[in-house]
């Protein structure tokens, strides 16, 4: 599907491409001209103007009529802005994939889409006051959709891809980028409503990536970005879909559910149906995965199995996830078993993902699927994917004692397999090693607790997982999320600055599961930590924790308050006083 649009918007390009030269009549000269110009004015914006582009002296009415000014013909400028729409949809398609290649695409997109807006952008500056003669208002609308959406798009690019963007200048500033569209929302014209969606996906995509550094900024202005845009398009199913992924942000999965049904229904005989119903229905199965029902999201999943939407594997490996949170581990056997023949899409946006399921699959079939009790594949999906912050407190409980239940699992297989070593010398059985297994569980718990706020009761289950990093062998993805999560326990207990530290430590890892979906949670996070005056750790490398720890065995809360802004910042361990107001009396430091 994303191939298809991506060659649709290319023959677009191309034909947008086409008027441009037979209109201008380009010459060879006229073409290096036009060629250097835009070079130095691309020049121009990286070395700082406002992130805008450079703004020519506007032309008067009697300059026109005396010195006979021309400008591009509105034909030709509404053919830019079509031409850089497709290069800006594109990115955003490539941005989706999820991967270095996808983003380095992204950003050369929004490179080729930023030159045609600024070509439009400088044409418009220089009409001055009588630029209405020259352009209509649904070419400027382009302009003001495009130059903020480019802003918007490209501030949310990790910081390993951002550095390589940033070679060709690009200095994104999303407040630019919201004040622009949200411009061309109030003007009414024919971009208005594609800017109302650029707005809606940037706050609930984001805000569902890094919920609780952003819910409280950007949960009310996409309500409000929502109901402004209901209020003109009232059954439209683009917008039903966006008021489904705003009222879970809201933590209502009810009404959730109720707008992506709604979007199905609306979209009944239309253009968009098979698409809209797809696309709605994984979210609805995702919203009963929240809701622990467990039964309706195996059907959901089964459906789009059996539709062939996204990925076969994927929906499988779900079916059987949650067939198995309903206690029916021979079905789930049975579906689990079919993945690995479904696995091998050739679709960027999947392939990471069906390799995480794979490898999972293949871990269980190895063990003769014995150690399916030790796993909890469903709450697992849940927990990359942050469903947890969109739970109530009950469900959460539940799922605590679920993950509890599969730790004594692991506590009493070890037991088992360790009584053997008492009696039988050089025994056939090889020693317990459930590191993975036990790690995949205690950072859900940990997880589990800082959606509840309970941020101290995460720290013990982190700090396993972080010692024991070295013994995670195969899911090399607990690793670095279980430092997102720190940051999150970190954040929540109101030490920012060691959660920024958490934050770059996790930048350090690669190779991993769903890695450059984590560098964008990071970036975002770090980003709100910046705009909110959070110092930089002058050394990110978590092994000096463990250097300083030798040192100092017991570290008070002034040597802590006298470090804040040094390498120590970047712990590799939590603990509990990282909450203390720095107004209390010198306390010891306590690990857990």
């Given at each position: 599907m994303t191939k298809n649009a991506i060659d649709v918007l290319t023959t677009t390009y191309s034909?947008?491409?086409?008027?441009?030269?037979?209109?201008?009549?380009?010459?060879?000269?006229?073409?290096?001209?036009?060629?250097?110009?835009?070079?130095?004015?691309?020049?121009?914006?990286?070395?700082?103007?406002?992130?805008?582009?450079?703004?020519?002296?506007?032309?008067?009415?009697?300059?026109?009529?005396?010195?006979?000014?021309?400008f591009v013909?509105?034909?030709?400028?509404?053919?830019?802005?079509?031409?850089?729409?497709?290069?800006?949809?594109?990115?955003?398609?490539?941005?989706?994939?999820?991967?270095?290649?996808?983003?380095?695409?992204?950003?050369?997109?929004?490179?080729?889409?930023?030159?045609?807006?600024?070509?439009v952008w400088q044409e418009y500056k220089r009409m001055g006051q009588i630029y209405h003669d020259f352009v209509d208002r649904d070419t400027i609308s382009g302009i003001q959709f495009g130059i903020g959406a480019v802003h918007l798009v490209l501030s949310t690019l990790p910081q390993k891809v951002l550095r390589i963007v940033s070679a060709f200048g690009w200095k994104a500033d999303k407040h630019l980028g919201f004040a622009l569209l949200k411009l061309c929302v109030e003007e009414r014209r024919i971009r208005s409503p594609m800017a109302s969606l650029m707005l809606l996906a940037y706050y609930t995509v984001l805000t569902s990536l890094c919920p609780q550094i952003l819910s409280n900024?950007?949960?009310?202005?996409?309500?409000?970005?929502?109901?402004?845009?209901?209020?003109?398009?009232?059954?439209?199913?683009?917008?039903?879909?966006?008021?489904?992924?705003?009222?879970?942000?809201?933590?209502?999965?009810t009404l959730s559910t109720q707008s992506f049904t709604y979007a199905i229904e609306i979209s009944k005989s239309e253009w968009a149906e098979v698409e809209v119903l797809h696309t709605c229905s994984y979210e609805i199965g995702y919203n009963y995965m929240m809701e622990h029902n467990w039964e309706e999201a195996a059907k959901v999943f089964d459906m789009l199995y059996k539709e062939k939407y996204w990925s076969p594997a994927i929906f499988r490996y779900l079916t059987g996830a949650c067939l198995d949170m309903m206690g029916q581990r021979t079905e789930a056997i049975l579906a689990f078993a079919e993945v690995p023949d479904l696995v091998g899409s050739k679709t960027h946006s999947t392939a990471l993902t069906e390799k995480y399921v794979l490898r999972k699959v293949t871990a269980f079939q190895e063990c003769g699927y014995q150690d399916m009790d030790m796993a909890l594949c469903a709450l697992e999906y849940l927990c990359l994917f942050t469903g947890f912050d969109f739970m109530n407190?009950?469900?959460?409980?539940?799922?605590?004692?679920?993950?509890?239940?599969?730790?004594?699992?692991?506590?009493?297989?070890?037991?088992?397999?360790?009584?053997?070593r008492t009696r039988e010398l050089l025994p056939e059985t090889p020693a317990p090693k459930y590191f993975d297994q036990r790690g995949a569980l205690l950072l859900i718990k940990a997880s589990l607790f800082n959606a509840m706020?309970?941020?101290?009761?995460?720290?013990?289950?982190?700090?396993?997982?972080?010692?024991?990093?070295?013994?995670?062998?195969?899911?090399?993805?607990?690793?670095?999320?279980?430092?997102?999560?720190?940051?999150?326990?970190?954040?929540?207990?109101?030490?920012?600055?060691?959660?920024?530290?958490?934050?770059?430590?996790?930048?350090?890892?690669?190779?991993?599961?769903?890695?450059?979906?984590?560098?964008?949670?990071?970036?975002?996070?770090i980003t709100k930590a910046e705009e909110m005056g959070?110092?930089?750790?002058?050394?990110?490398?978590?092994?000096?924790?463990?250097?300083?720890?030798?040192?100092e065995s017991i570290i008070t809360l002034d040597s802590i308050q006298s470090r804040q802004s040094t390498s120590d910042d970047a712990s590799a361990r939590l603990s509990t006083s990282d909450h203390t107001p720095a107004s209390e009396p010198t306390v010891f430091k306590v690990h857990v």
């Open positions: 034909i947008a491409n086409a008027q441009i030269d037979a209109a201008t009549k380009k010459t060879v000269g006229n073409s290096v001209y036009q060629a250097m110009s835009s070079y130095y004015n691309y020049i121009k914006f990286a070395r700082g103007s406002g992130g805008l582009p450079a703004s020519p002296k506007p032309a008067t009415l009697k300059s026109i009529q005396k010195d006979g000014v021309t013909p509105n034909g030709v400028l509404r053919a830019h802005v079509a031409k850089a729409e497709c290069c800006l949809q594109i990115a955003i398609l490539q941005l989706l994939q999820e991967n270095v290649m996808g983003y380095i695409k992204c950003g050369m997109n929004l490179r080729r889409a930023y030159a045609s807006y600024s070509l900024e950007y949960t009310q202005p996409a309500i409000e970005t929502l109901l402004d845009a209901q209020r003109t398009y009232p059954n439209s199913a683009f917008f039903l879909y966006f008021a489904g992924r705003t009222s879970r942000l809201a933590r209502n999965l407190t009950e469900l959460l409980e539940g799922s605590l004692d679920t993950v509890d239940h599969a730790l004594d699992a692991i506590m009493e297989a070890e037991k088992t397999e360790f009584g053997i706020g309970r941020f101290k009761e995460s720290i013990i289950h982190l700090n396993w997982i972080i010692d024991h990093k070295e013994q995670i062998e195969v899911d090399k993805w607990i690793v670095p999320f279980a430092y997102w999560e720190a940051g999150v326990t970190a954040w929540g207990m109101d030490n920012k600055t060691r959660s920024r530290s958490f934050w770059e430590s996790a930048l350090r890892f690669n190779k991993f599961d769903f890695e450059y979906r984590l560098a964008m949670r990071v970036n975002l996070a959070v110092p930089k750790p002058a050394d990110p490398n978590p092994a000096n924790r463990h250097k300083a720890e030798k040192k």
